[in-house]
């Protein structure tokens, strides 16, 4: 099978993978390292360039049999190799890819059958291992997709061919985690995708033999995707992947590999770092090789300050640099990547008046009350503020809705059209977040939908969630970053909290830690706290990637669904 380009064609992601084949063979591509058990060092598997090209080339020659250029193909398999391969194959055969995770994946087989009904695939690639339990999955979808292993294909014959792409072709479908609408596919191009690993490699300094990808986020997540895949395929440099439950159980693993590696570069939503926090051990710490880190990017839901202030001061004995720690924002939209900080400095903060950002203005004050982080500087594409209604572009330091544009923006929405209009507007893409710009950094303040409002003034979800979680007398009680905070239809507000596991709050624990609740938010924010929900570990809704999904945790407490003690 041959992947040829004319020289004045814009380069694909799979043209690079043909490259590094041809020039670094046998060179560490992808390993994938799995935990047998509990106390195992990990077992890691390699593929060189040349093998990932030939896995990646027998997947396409193998869609070639099942589907045509623009149908879609569905990847419901363990993250790993396999993976991989399936996704770059999926780009060489011009089959629109549609990341998606195994249906075993708690709580969320109603949101896979929704995205298979959207995207109805023209077949679904996994594994060996999970044939019979996917192909049992979708046996009830419309057009009854084929199930494929790619883990066991003969290589592609010599010399076949297959059309090649367009730039602008629908690469895959980058499905939003719904943490305030229902799911929707994104259309990402093979050009976006190249466009914004081009973007991520730059800001993060990354270069064949000075930096190694160390991931263990969801590939069907837009951040894992990028960062894992398409920004180590786009520059030639080796990615390393272990999977979400690995980090889960033991998130040292994920802290050894990142030290097991020269320059390396890595990701993970805010949650991840408090986790490392509260559960790697300060004896283990000195162990540890974090001075082989060039960048730990924190994004995908809000930064919070203390959470950089914990794991700067947990892990400096392990050697890491505090510059290391790199704020970041994007979203599914525009592929994932918008703006970095530069990394050449600890990450930056802004105290500012907490009363003048209620009315929606950045004002710099010391002891003013609000700290927020500086998110960085786009690279390759521009940013925005506009205000939500009128779309006037805002001067800097005046809050509003966050707009991007650059050639990593996607080209829409699948299959709706009116969405799409709504939010690609005008060569802009209106992101649903709020933000400020200040000293020519990115301040991301929240999300525009999540937003309460009362007696004029914004306050922001995750603001009251952290004074309620990080109260002194409820710290003990309620599972860290497991709260979510919303307004209800009379003007309340209310907060629903997961307590720890094994805790059975009784009546007075639950009338303390309602009191509790309501001093820490009328003492930091100035509101009444209409109810404190207290429910079990597990039960605030959360989105694939892991996000609090706080307009579905509303809805079931309007419906009564969620239950718990208040």
């Known amino acids: 099978m041959t992947h040829e380009m004319s020289p004045e064609a814009t380069p694909l992601l799979t043209d690079r993978l043909h490259q590094w084949a041809a020039e670094h063979a046998h060179q560490r591509a992808f390993t994938q390292v799995d935990f047998p058990d509990p106390h195992s060092p990990g077992l890691h598997r390699t593929l060189g360039w040349r093998a990932l090209d030939a ?45 998606l995770f195994w249906p075993e994946l708690p709580g969320h087989a109603g949101r896979l059958e929704s995205v298979l009904d959207d995207c109805e695939p023209a077949c679904v690639l996994t594994d060996t291992d999970s044939h019979q339990d996917v192909d049992a999955f979708t046996r009830a979808r419309a057009g009854q997709p084929q199930v494929l292993a790619v883990d066991d294909l003969p290589p592609a014959p ?64 837009d951040m894992g995707l990028v960062l894992s895949i398409a920004a180590p395929v786009f ?11 690995a980090f889960l159980e033991r998130p040292e693993r994920w802290l050894r590999l990142l030290g097991g590696y020269p320059g390396t570069i890595s990701a993970a939503p805010n949650f991840a770092y408090d986790y490392c926090v509260a559960r790697v051990d300060a004896a283990d710490v000195t162990d540890l090789r974090l001075d082989r880190v060039a960048t730990l990017l924190n994004g995908s839901e809000p930064v919070r300050p203390a959470t950089l202030d914990r794991f700067a001061a947990a892990f400096a004995g392990a050697g890491l640099a505090p510059e290391a720690l790199c704020p970041a924002y994007g979203l599914a939209e525009a592929t994932v990547f918008v703006t970095a900080d530069r990394g050449d400095a600890p990450p930056r903060t802004v105290e500012c008046d907490a009363a003048e950002l209620a009315k929606g203005v950045v004002t710099a004050r010391a002891g003013g009350g609000a700290r927020l982080v500086d998110c960085g500087w ?140 309501r001093r820490a938010v009328t003492a930091r924010h100035g509101l009444r706290l209409a109810d404190l929900v207290l429910v079990p570990a597990g039960s605030v809704p959360r989105t694939s990637s892991g996000k609090v999904a706080r307009a579905a945790c509303r809805e079931r407490f309007l419906t009564g669904a969620l239950g718990g003690s208040r």
């Open 235 to 245: 520059a030639g440099y080796p990615s390393v992947l272990l999977t979400p439950q």
């Open 158 to 221: 010599e010399g076949s061919r297959l059309p090649r792409p367009a730039p602008g072709d629908v690469a895959y479908l980058q499905y939003t985690s719904g943490s305030t609408r229902a799911p929707a596919g994104v259309m990402v191009t093979h050009a976006n995708v190249v466009a914004n690993a081009r973007q991520a490699v730059a800001a993060v300094g990354a270069a064949p033999g000075l930096s190694t990808a160390v991931g263990w986020l969801p590939l069907f997540h």
């Open 378 to 517: 786009p690279v390759g594409q521009d940013v925005r503020i506009a205000d939500p209604d009128s779309r006037a572009v805002l001067d800097a330091g005046r809050v509003g809705e966050i707009e991007v544009r650059g050639p990593n923006v996607g080209s829409g929405y699948w299959k709706q059209p009116e969405r799409t209009a709504e939010t690609f507007h005008d060569g802009w893409l209106r992101t649903g977040d709020l933000g400020a710009l200040h000293d020519g950094g990115l301040l991301v303040t929240g999300r525009l939908k999540d937003l309460i409002v009362v007696d004029g003034r914004n306050h922001y979800p995750q603001d009251i969630e952290e004074s309620v979680q990080s109260a002194p007398a409820l710290s003990a009680l309620l599972r860290r970053d497991r709260i979510a905070a919303f307004q209800v239809p009379d003007g309340g507000l209310v907060v629903v909290a997961e307590v720890r596991r094994g805790t059975e709050p009784d009546e007075d624990m639950t009338l303390a830690a309602c009191l509790a609740a």
């Open 55 to 99: 896995r990646a080339r027998a997947v396409a020659e193998r869609l070639a049999r099942t589907a045509v250029p623009g149908d879609r193909a569905a990847l419901l398999l363990p993250q790993g190799l396999d993976y991989a391969a399936a996704f770059l194959g999926c780009l060489y055969a011009g089959v629109i890819a549609v990341p």
